[in-house]
């Protein structure tokens, strides 16, 4: 029986799905924004960042049609290419990579209250006790399921749309010294392009999630349009001005030469609020198919307590580089679920073939691993393709996985007649 794709009771909008996945990028654009400004011109940086966000609504548009096409998430759909039992390496690593950015975000935002109160309040908490409290509300907002993000999502996004265009009109009516704003190094357009689609491309990777609650496919498109060709765009721009202004490559770096962190400082709360409640929603949902008997509230609560004992740690020099090593092993996921879409599933996802496919299908496995690899020699500079690395691995592993699909295919007709 094929999955129907009828809008159900509790489905959402374009727009609401917009808002929710705003929310969880908002605190990637705030942390390479500043980075990519310091380097770039505005002009150059605003044609890359088109050019990226481009790609990235494509993308998106795609993969959250897939999603409302299944009316499953990421980790159901790719039990399909990669079969049952394969597809829970995946999602081991999906589950890895989510909470591991569910960590480094809880730290994010005990820093920067910390330092909020410090500075405005005279007060010294101790940091764990803020990232905890912060845990505690990652958890209220996402234990609820999509309903309680939404809500979440519809509070806090425009409260940060309203901070980062404050910043924009303190950053254009400041006066920035003309050595300060000299740029200390020109970064190749094809690295900055790559750099705003790397930015967000995990998340672009398992857009299917949100895929699974809207509407219907007009809303799917809507969505990822919205998301990543419009409003993406124009945060990255917004981000990256203060960083171009000033040559410094955060945006608390960038507003203290500007005369002030405060709105800088509260931004960042309000998006690792937003962001957060967002990474919790995905890390339920794929730790639960490593955890099936456990309630998925459950499974909230307890990736917010290890989120508040893993994020009190002194985690961002060595987790970071972890972490952009896992993005690496992600977007190839993208290509091989777009690829089987295309090529086995256009008519509908019928569960019942699951049973009669193979547990493990090793040919989808050596076209993620061929396309892994070449993603990590192609952002090490060994060779450049497309000069965009998550690009190129997404592309290798859609070929990969036609090629290989098709050897398949022939192998077992020769073999039935």
Known sequence: MSRATEATGNSASGFQVALILLGILVTPVVLASSSLGSQLTLGTAAIAIAAGSIILALLAAINISIGERARMPTYGIVKYSFGRKGAVAINILMAISLFGW??????????????????????????????????????????FGFEALGKVAR??????????????????????????????????????????????????????????????????????????????????????????????????????????????????????????????????LVVSTLFSAFAKWKITVALGVLAAVVGSMDIMGWFIPFLLFLGIATPPV?????????????????????DSDAAIKPRTFVAWGVASFVGFCTVNG??????????????????????????????????TS
């Open 382 to 415: 060994w060779f450049t393709l497309s000069g965009i690395p998550s690009v190129d691995s997404i592309l290798v592993a859609f070929l990969g996985y036609v090629l290989l699909s098709r050897v398949g295919a022939g192998k077992s007709a020769a073999q």
């Open 155 to 284: 509070f806090a996004v425009p409260i940060i749309a309203l901070l980062m265009f404050y910043i924009l009109y303190l950053a254009l009516t400041s006066e920035v010294p003309p050595a300060i704003a000299e740029k200390v190094s020109d970064l190749s357009f094809g690295a900055a392009v790559s750099s705003i689609v790397g930015t967000i491309i995990v998340l672009v990777a398992t857009s299917p999630d949100f895929g699974a609650f809207v509407h219907n496919r007009k809303h799917a498109i809507i969505a990822g349009l919205l998301t990543f060709g419009v409003a993406y765009p124009v945060l990255f721009l917004v981000g990256a001005v203060p960083g171009s202004m000033t040559s410094q490559d955060s945006l608390l770096a960038a507003m203290a030469i500007i005369g002030t962190t405060l709105p800088a400082t509260i931004l960042l709360i309000f998006a690792c609020i937003t962001g957060n409640a967002g990474n919790m929603f995905q890390g339920t």
């Open 334 to 354: 993208c290509g091989i679920y777009i690829a089987d879409y295309l090529v086995n599933r256009r008519k509908g996802f019928d569960e019942a073939r699951l």
């Open 102 to 143: 569910i960590a480094v975000t809880a730290n994010t935002f005990g820093h920067s209250a910390h330092d909020l109160l410090a500075r405005q309040f005279g007060l010294e908490l101790p940091i764990p006790a803020i990232v905890t409290f912060g845990c505690v509300i990652f958890v209220a907002s996402t234990a």
